[in-house]
């Protein structure tokens, strides 16, 4: 049974987003950067943000996460006069979906949401782009994978541990699915949970990675330079990281972060707040009526 306060008080997410400049990035840590809010609404919240940038646009993927089903769907934006436009529905399933990884390979416009309720990785292909999306291929089976990122022909996957104690095994598998060469690359970590596409700052390849220590989801981001990365060997370094504490807007307070994303003038994290939502007991009620 849910306690009282939580049927008027939630954690929501909403997106966060500035203009990207790689000497005041985020990225770099150590002070405070004013954010921007994309806007939650009651019935939907915005996080894992993905950016992609096609025809002079810049489209703003996202999980939007439903009240009313308590399930999770993709939805888009784009950014124009100076924000993003509300989020749509583009992709959804009788099962959750999030973290929309949405990329370009050979002409073709591919997605690889978080799909771990299904037990695999999946991709889906853009027939209409941004609005419609179709299943095209399993890339690895019979894996509890979250938050899967690209590096080359690698896959670069967080493996939720048996305990669900928020630590997870990074794992490392060929693009194609056929098989890893070596896993876990990491063991029961609270510090290595995917959290963004793999991107070059400053000359370095940096991962981004969810920081759950004393297993608090959502307590920072942390930054790693990948110094290796081949089919016989995966090692990163701490370059940087940031929390709550570092972003700035406004009212209400940033308790949480836990996603990034970058395009060639714009970088956007997801941020956790809290906030009364009155119209959350008759969801809840109706929910607890369909069963």
């Not at 930054?223 to 370059?239: N, P, R, V």
């Amino acid at each position: 049974m849910r306690p009282v306060k939580d049927l008027f008080v939630e954690e929501y997410w909403d997106i966060g987003f500035r203009p990207l400049d790689e000497s005041d990035s985020v990225v770099n840590g150590g002070k405070q950067y004013d954010f921007k809010t994309v806007g939650a609404d009651k019935r939907y919240w915005y996080a894992d943000p993905f950016l992609f940038e096609k025809d002079g646009k810049t489209w703003l993927f996202v999980e939007m996460f439903d009240n009313t089903t308590e399930l999770g769907v993709i939805g888009c934006s784009v950014f124009e006069n100076g924000g993003f436009t509300k989020p749509r529905v583009v992709l959804e399933e009788s099962f959750h979906l999030s973290y929309p990884y949405v990329f370009e390979k050979d002409g073709e416009i591919y997605m690889m949401p978080e799909t771990h309720a299904q037990e695999c990785i999946q991709l889906y292909r853009a027939v209409n782009f941004p609005d419609e999306w179709e299943k095209y291929k399993i890339l690895v089976s019979n894996v509890d994978a979250v938050d899967t990122v690209i590096n080359g022909d690698l896959l670069i996957a967080s493996l939720i541990c048996p305990e669900h104690d928020m630590t997870v095994d990074l794992a490392v598998y060929d693009f194609d699915g056929q098989g890893t060469s070596y896993n876990p690359v990491y063991s029961r970590r609270l510090d290595k949970r995917g959290a963004g596409r793999v991107f070059q700052h400053s000359g370095k390849t940096i991962r981004p990675a969810q920081n759950c220590e004393n297993r608090v989801y959502g307590a920072g981001l942390r930054f790693y330079e990948i110094t290796e990365c081949s089919k016989e060997k995966y090692d990163e370094q701490l370059y940087s990281e940031i929390s709550p504490e570092n972003l700035k807007t406004g009212d209400p307070v940033p308790t949480g972060i836990h996603t990034y994303a970058r395009s060639s003038g714009l970088e956007v994290v997801d941020i956790k707040f809290k906030r009364f939502n009155f119209k959350r007991l008759y969801w809840i009620a109706r929910r607890a009526l369909n069963r």
